[in-house]
């Protein structure tokens, strides 16, 4: 794969690669440190991107494996933080105080509710809700089977609902 081609298919995804990287360590660096190690390792195997058959799949799948091997030897206590991305919005003027602090607390307790997933699930939950990926993207980046994602997906979603379903200001229509 030539220079271009590693600018143009995986470099655009290092936002997915962060976020995914982000939902498994839940630390900011951590998370940058495993994007910026899989970019390297692969650009460094790129004589044999050929005959890689999906490198996207491929991509997100060593995302998922570092971070995880990561979890494992640094020994990295899960937090509730919250997306980056949320954390730093600034909200629009039409929302009132009263408004961003419902918002907040609806984005709190819905992390809170993801971290309470099998880590199957969280996977499969992160990669379909989150970053809209299909059923056969998520099979290929987990390596797990299509029947798999949708179980597991399907078994999140009727655990969230379950869980949210204990918040009694819980409007889910607004999400």
Sequence with gaps: MSNDKFHRIILPLSNQFYRLALSIVKEQTEAEDIVQDVLL?????????DTIENLEAYCFRSI????????VSDAIKKTDSIDAEIESRTFVDTHSP??????????????????KLTENQKL????????????KEISQSLG??????????FRARRKMRELLSNFENFDKNEW
Excluded: H, P
């Design 41 to 49: 390792k692969l650009w460094n195997k790129r004589n044999e991107w």
């Design 64 to 71: 998922k494996n570092l971070a995880l091997d990561r979890l």
């Design 98 to 115: 009263y408004q961003e602090i419902v918002q907040q607390e609806q984005r709190s307790i819905i992390y809170q509710c993801i971290e």
């Design 124 to 135: 499969v939950f992160q990669l379909r809700e989150i970053e809209g990926m299909n059923y």
């Design 144 to 153: 797990i089977t299509e029947d798999l994602v949708k179980v597991s997906l």
